[in-house]
C-alpha cells in the first residue's frame, strides 16, 4: 500500500494556480493509495482535495478549519484533506487543543480497504516553538492513534505536517506509540527534509527550515503484524521556478 502527505501550501503565493498543476502531475506520477493533505483550500461547495480527487479518479473529503489562518476576507478556508483509491466509508473532525486558536482539527477516516478497515487520520499542529501546546496536540494525535476501537488487520495511519523534526520531544511521544516510515525504511542516513531551503517558497531562517517534519506514521492493528515498511520517498522536489508547493511529500509503501 502506497501512503503520501503533503503539505499543498493553500493558494498562497503568486503562482498558486500553476503549481495545482504540479501538484496533480506529481500525484499522478506517485499514484498513492491513500493521500493525506494539509493546506488544502476549499468552502462548504468546493475543496481543493475534491479537484484532485475528481483528476484522479480517487475517493476525497475535506475538513476544516486547519493551519495557518487564511489571509483576512478570503472565501477559502484552510483545512486538511483526505484521498483513497477504495470508498472512504465515515468522516470525523475532531478539534485539537489550542490556547490561542481554534484553528486545530484533526480528520479521522475509515476507508474500505479490501482487507479490512483501514483508518486514516490527518492533521497539522502548531508550528510555534512553545513546547506545551504543540505537546499537548501530538499527545492528542497519539491518543487517536492508539483507541482500541481502530484495532484491525491493518495499521493505523497518521499523515500529518507536525511541524516537529525527529529529535523533539513531540515527535518522541508520536514514534514511540507508532512506527515512523520514514526510519523504518532504512532511509534515516538521507535527511529527508521536507521543509528544505533548495525549495525557493520554503521559508527562510525559521527554526524548522531544513528540517523533516512532514511524516507518516503508522501504528500496529494487531500486536502479532508489525508495520513493515519496503521503501520511503521524497516527492514533489522540483525546482523549476513554479515548484508545486513549499514543502516536499512523503511517500511510503507499506507491506500489508
Not at 10 to 16: H, K, L, P, V
Request: charged share 20%; glycine share 6%.
Amino acid at each position: 500500500m502506497r501512503v503520501m502527505t503533503w503539505n499543498l501550501w493553500w493558494r498562497f503565493g503568486d503562482q498558486w494556480q500553476e503549481r495545482q498543476h504540479g501538484i496533480l502531475a506529481t500525484l499522478r506520477g506517485i499514484q498513492p493509495d491513500v493521500a493525506g493533505l494539509q493546506e488544502v483550500w476549499g468552502t462548504a461547495l468546493e475543496s481543493q482535495a475534491h479537484w484532485l480527487g475528481d483528476k484522479l479518479g480517487m475517493h476525497a473529503v475535506f475538513a476544516a478549519p486547519s493551519l495557518p489562518p487564511p489571509p483576512e476576507h478570503s472565501e477559502y478556508e484552510v483545512g486538511v484533506g483526505l484521498l483513497s483509491r477504495w470508498p472512504i466509508q465515515r468522516v470525523d473532525e475532531h478539534r485539537m487543543p489550542s490556547r490561542h486558536r481554534s484553528e486545530a482539527v484533526a480528520l479521522t477516516a475509515v476507508i474500505e480497504h479490501p482487507s479490512g478497515p483501514l483508518h486514516a487520520v490527518v492533521s497539522c499542529i502548531d508550528w510555534e516553538r512553545e513546547s506545551d501546546q504543540r505537546m499537548a496536540q501530538a499527545r492528542y494525535l497519539a491518543d487517536l492513534l492508539t483507541d482500541p476501537s481502530r484495532d484491525g488487520p491493518l495499521p493505523i495511519l497518521l499523515m500529518a505536517d507536525l511541524n516537529s523534526p525527529p529529535s523533539t520531544p513531540e515527535m518522541k511521544l508520536l514514534a514511540s506509540v507508532a512506527v515512523d516510515a520514514w526510519t523504518a525504511s532504512g532511509a534515516a542516513g538521507d535527511a529527508g527534509h521536507t521543509l528544505s531551503t533548495r525549495n525557493p517558497y520554503a521559508p527562510r531562517g525559521m527554526w524548522l527550515s531544513d528540517q523533516r517534519i512532514d511524516y507518516v506514521l503508522a501504528r500496529p492493528g494487531r500486536v502479532d503484524q508489525p508495520v513493515l515498511v519496503e521503501q520511503a520517498f521524497l516527492a514533489g522536489t522540483s525546482h523549476d521556478s513554479h515548484p508545486p508547493s513549499d514543502h516536499y511529500a512523503v511517500v511510503a509503501d507499506l507491506q500489508l
